[in-house]
DNA sequence: TTCGCGTGTTTCCTATAGGAAATTTACGTT
DNA sequence: AACGTAAATTTCCTATAGGAAACACGCGAA
């Protein structure tokens, strides 16, 4: 990083709230307190029960409701845990978003749109859906030795690795590989060079989800 | 609900208290300024350029990283916007693992961290990483009937469903519902109201990813 | 060594969050 | 209607969050 003169800081700035996205006047309304009352509605609590299980006051779990204050991270911490607040709904933003757009697509186990490789027998999901943020597949791992494949696996976006059955050898470029078994998982950039390979008797079968 | 004297009060308090899981005096530490400060350098960042990205005062990013005050949700909101950090990560408990620069996290079988509710038992997957598109969880279908449920779930984005074990009547707002069992998934709008419901033996087992 | 200068911390002050209690609102009931 | 009760809101006060600026600590260059 070389310096050249004393504004050089503001051309950084700005550089890096560009690839942030907005963040100082914008940043959307967050409708916390609205969120926080239809939860507490939505259980039949009333404020001084919702005050009992949270250890908070009545008065203040109402200025929260009412987007009279902004409730310390404490607070928020006592209000989660308290109330058993869904994980979902905790981080999604406001949700006033209109378009309750309803698509669903169920697939059967075995009922994907199969398409097979040399090393991977993939199983497409959910393919009656376009424009869908994720990709979601599960793969029957056929490689049983690095060499099976002729080089790193790499494309664009973030993938989500379940092990659904069997064990396999989980290889990423930068990493030395790790053993993964039914139950574990893995998130990891696609742009890092990566492979699956069974070691388990009998092929390992996994969950994929791109996006 | 009689009331006899103004000491009735505590003993409703703690069976309350029981039923949730710890809320007061408990709650553990949190330690949130550390995970701030670990993301933050992870990032090679200085306060000053932190101030820039979040629009908060240098002073106020270090007592946070200090520990000497719990900063306001609205606060909390613009250090998670700008710089970059998942805000379900911040309410699950500190992963002691400082944030790897090469983007891999394993999550092995029950190592997530634990978020349970009312209805579910979550486990969310892969916290070491912010910055994620998809959010992982597994859970524990604990709800045994529609009415388990005060109101729909809803919140913005698109979810995909994988039945891991058991069975589920999956309910969503503008559909049947429909029964799944282990291997079956869906991929749906989540600004549909859904919610699960085991029907097995056992609770079911599902993986979410969110996005 | 001393001078800058960038970095994190501390101080000081104002704005505001949060609790206890008073006040108001919303409903049943007689 | 008027009353009783339980809900939510508001008031009042203290504790504390957050910003501006002063301070302290490295560290490299002259």
Redesign the interface.
């Known amino acids: 990083m070389s310096e050249d003169s004393e504004n050089m800081r503001e051309p ?2 700005e550089t ?2 560009v690839q ?5 006047a914008s ?1 959307q309304p ?1 409708r ?1 307190g609205e969120r926080v009352r ?1 939860l507490r ?4 609590l009333t404020l001084e ?1 919702a005050s ?4 908070l006051a009545r008065s203040t779990l109402s200025k929260i409701e009412n987007e009279q204050i ?9 209000l ?3 109330l ?12 006033n ?1 209109a ?12 009922e994907g749109k199969p398409h097979p490789t040399a090393t991977y027998e993939h199983e497409l ?2 393919t009656d ?1 376009s424009h ?3 990709v ?1 597949f599960t793969t029957r791992v056929r490689a049983r030795a690095f060499g099976d494949f002729p080089e790193w696996i790499r494309h664009d ?2 993938e ?1 690795l ?1 092990v ?1 059955s069997g064990a396999i050898l ?1 290889y ?1 470029e ?2 030395e590989p ?1 053993r ?10 696609c742009t ?1 060079g990566h492979m699956l390979v069974s070691v388990s008797e009998e092929d390992a079968e996994v ?1 994929w ?1 791109t ?1």
């Not at 942030?20 to 100082?24: P, W």
């Not at 993964?180 to 950039?189: R, V």
């Open positions: 950084l700035h890096l709230q942030r996205g907005e963040t100082e940043l967050l916390l239809s509605l939505g259980q039949g029960e009992k299980l949270t250890g902004s409730p310390t991270f404490s607070v928020v911490h006592k989660v845990n308290g058993g607040i869904d994980l979902p709904q905790l981080f999604s933003e406001p949700s978003s378009q309750p757009s309803g698509r669903r697509d169920i697939t059967r186990r075995g999901l959910a859906l869908k943020k994720m979601p976006g973030e989500f379940y659904l989980f990423t930068f990493y790790v993964l078994e039914a139950g574990d998982s893995a998130y990891y950039d890092m969950l989800v996006a």
